[in-house]
Structure formats: structure tokens, C-alpha cells
């Protein structure tokens, strides 16, 4: 039997990062990020240089059915292998990594984007991932379906001594991580007392536990360890040691609420490639999903990084300078979430870190966000640079 | 017409049948149409039709793209073309959106735009996909449309709002059947 192919990310690019972004198609922000991405990854010739593309996009958010035919020519896969995967980035990260590991492929691009700003209906879209028989005539009409995730959120502190401070602890240290952080639309010098004061939007979340989309295009180049050595990429190699993702039920009342078992099933797929078998001493740090407060306690605990979350931030483990920094970049709650290119966004932020250390390992986790019941998790490691 | 066995039910009687739902989606989006075809509709408001050109492989896009696909670089210039070229192809449509058989068929197809200043065979020209008036079925069926020289209708310059639309269609040079 031959030896599977590591695989790594050799570079990343992004576009946007804001609320709005009237300068730019969705496909030149795709351009723009593919640009970014080929020159630290060190392609020159991406056309002839990647063996195949990936995209991971819905067709509703971009507003154009059959959306895959408009992938490739933003990111160089014009009559190349390209093929879409509807669900997040860090699930296009997962087919990529696959198709590498067969061996036939040596470089693969993934892709993924989201124009919020374009969607003047965004509640509609979301009322239609409802089940349309006996979901939808009953859901509340708002503009994003909180109430899925309040549902969560609620169940969550039922079966936890926790309460609203913790969820608001989370927002105020993610949304101040992101003021050292330049695409950080949603940063706030916010203090846990005047969350806690805050309005609900949906009980038992604020605006501040809630975040926003925001526009970005994000692209990660992957690559075997035959063309990290070929490319010379050892000093931007951050090495993917595993990686998982699934889907629970799109019922809703089958939901176990107060869980997220697809995070639990990927970060024990991606540990045991990895070979983790105890992440909190085997890991230096994770960017976990936090598209409300609550998922990053739930992510943490989903991902058996410990096994109370909500101690781990109390004892200040969590916070930039603690043991084990969480969403030190601020996380969705200060960066936003890009719809599908949520995942690709925790990884970037972990793939940069990664290079800022002289050696570590770290762990990404991505929720794509209600109404869906689906994660991916991937465990990273970086060598400072040198073969391991 | 065969009269069949059996009880006709009515649209509504169909609507209101239970295991069956109707659902009418909505939604609205406000396209960000980018760099590049901003400078396209601007041009189109002016009575212009501007493309870009791709110094690297020669290929001219019309509507313009900040990049250029083939060669994955940005694209090295806006040009002016003009507003006449020949048919590349064209198709007759004879059915409306509800499936119903139109009175009047639609011709749409693509125009390949005159690309003054470069030498055949050096760039890919610049091909527009618009309406087509002024030919017959029988242009199209017997292939005299393709090649056949046309010219932007350009609507009145107050109407024009800076969409693809300020160009009505695309007729023969020397007027056609309407």
C-alpha cells in the first residue's frame, strides 16, 4: 500500500470583508482573492499550474440559478476540472483534501463567496431553506431566522449552568479581539454590563451576540507535499493533519437542541487523522465557529476542548493572552459571517497565525449558520517552515 | 379531441387538493454590476459600447471584464467599439415563458463586433449576445443570417438608463423586415 500524500494550504487570499462593497462584482471580488492567494501560494501560471477548482457557493445567495457555471473564470478553472460544492468553505477544504490524497491531483484551488449586499429580501431566502409543508407556515417572518439558533441557545443554558453573561462574555471579548483586527467591520469597544443591557433580538440574544454578513470572496490554495517541495512552499506550508464535516437532520424538531453533533462527529474524524486524543494539551489554539456567542461555548465543547467551556472562559483561558486563545481574531461577531465563506474565513485566520508561530497546531471549526445542522473541523499544524 | 373518462377538476379545485402546497417565492436582489461593466453601462447610456482587451492572449471582452479569464491577469485597457458587426449566430424562439406558442417568434443572437485596429486573426473578437430585428425565419433557416451585417438600434438617449437595454436590437445595415 502506498503512502497517501500530506496535504497542506501554501496560500490564501481574500476580497471585501465589509458590509457593503459597491466597487466590485462578486466575481472580481473572486478575482481579487485568487490573485492574492496564487502569489503567496507562489503559482505563477495558475491556469496550468492547478489541477483542479473548487467553488462552494448556493445558488440564492448569489441570485443566479445554476450559479456553478459562473466558478471558474474569476479563479482560472475556465476548461479545467472545476465542479461546486453547495455548503461551506471548509467542506470544499474536505474535497480537496480528498482528491489530493488520491494522488492524481498535486494542486487544487477552493474558493467560496458571498455578496450579502446584494440580497435586499435575505429573510425570504432564508424562508425558503425552510421545510416548505410544515415549517414555513408557522416560522417567524423576520429577516434571518435567529429564533433557530435562539432555540439552541436557550436549550444550551438550560443544560448548562450558564446564563446570558456568559453568552455575553463571549460577544464583548470577540468583539474587542477584533479591534486589533483591520477587517473587523463589526469590532466594538463593548463591555459585558451594556450587552447585558441591550435589547433581545431574539431571546436570549442581543445584537451583540448576533452576527452580521458581511461581503468576502476567499480562496485557499492546496497542495500535496510533491508540489509543496516542487514549489519550495515549506515556509507557507500550514499542513491539514485532518479534517471532517456532515450533516445531522434538516428536521428541526429532531434536533437534539443545546448540541451540535455534526461539530462533534468532524473533530473526531479530524483528531483521528490527526491523532489527537486530547485536544486541549495537543492544541495551541482554535477559530471556531461564533455566529452567535453560544456556538463558541457549544463549538468548544462540541470539539472536546474540555470538557465545560464556559470555565475555560471564565478562567480567562480563552481570551488573545490565555491558554488556549479562541477567535483571537474576533470571530464572526467582529468580522461577520460571508455566508458560505464562513469556514474559508476561520481558516484564514487560522493558516495566518499558524505562519505568525514558530511551530504549533490549531483547530478550525465551521457551522454553516440556521436553519442548517451542518459543520466541518480541521486540524493544522505548521513546522516553522521546515520539513517536519 | 378525445374527450376523456374521468371527473375534470378546476385549477382551484387542484390548489386546494390536501398533499398539494403552493409556495410563491420573492425575493429581490440589487446586483452589483462591478467595475468593469459599470464602465459598460455608463458607455451604453452615451450611446457607446465599450470593451476590454487582454494585451497578453488579444481577446477584446464585450461587456468588459476587469480580468481576463484565459490568462488570469486584469485585462490592460477599455476600448470603444463600434456598434455594428455581422451575426455569428442566431436563433428563432417560438415559445413564451408559459410555454404557449408566441405569435411574433423572438430572434436573439450573438453579434460579432467590428474590432477596428487589430488584425484578424491577432485577437478573439468581441462577441455580443442581444436581440435580433429586422431578419426572417427564413434568414436564419436558410443561414443567410449568419454573416449578415448589423448596426445597434440604440434607443431615443432620454430613454436610456445605462442598461443593456438601451440598445433595442441589432439590425441588418440597410434596414430589414421589422
Redesign the interface.
Known sequence: MTTKPRVAVIGMGYSGFQPT????????MM?EA??KA?SIAGIDD??SQVDAFISCQED?WD?IAIADEFA?????G?LRPTFTVSGDGLQGVAQGVMLLKTGYFDVITVESHA?P?????LG??YE?ALD??YV?PTAPKTAVPHYIAALDAVAYMDSRESGEEDFAEVAAKNRNNGLTNPLASYAANVSIDEILESEHVAYPLTMYDISQPVDAALVAVLASDTAVDRLGAWDRAVWIDGIGYNTETYIPERHVYGTMPSIRRSALTAYGEAGITNPLSQLDFAEVDDRYSFMELLSLEEALLGEDSIELLRRGDTYPEGKFPVNASGGSLATGAPFEATGLMRLYYAYMKLLSMQEGRGLVVSWRGPPTYTSAAAVLSYYGGGEE | MVELEGTKLSEKEIETLPGV?Y?K?????????????SVFLEGLKRGKIVGSICRRCGRVYVPPR??C????KPTDEFIELPDRGEISTAVISYISAKRGRLEKPEFVGVIRLETPGYREGSYEFAGLFHKICGITEEDVKTGKAIGMKVKARWRPPEERAGSILDIECFEPIGGGED
Open positions: 462593497t459597491p466597487h466590485a462584482s462578486f466575481r472580481e478575482f485568487a490573485l496564487y495558475p491556469r440564492y441570485g471558474p473564470e474569476p479563479i482560472g475556465v455578496k449586499s446584494d440580497i435586499v429580501d425570504k431566502i425558503m416548505p409543508i414555513r | 402546497i409556495y417565492p420573492f425575493t429581490r436582489y440589487k446586483f452589483t454590476a462591478g467595475y468593469a461593466v476587469s480580468y479569464e484565459y490568462c488570469l
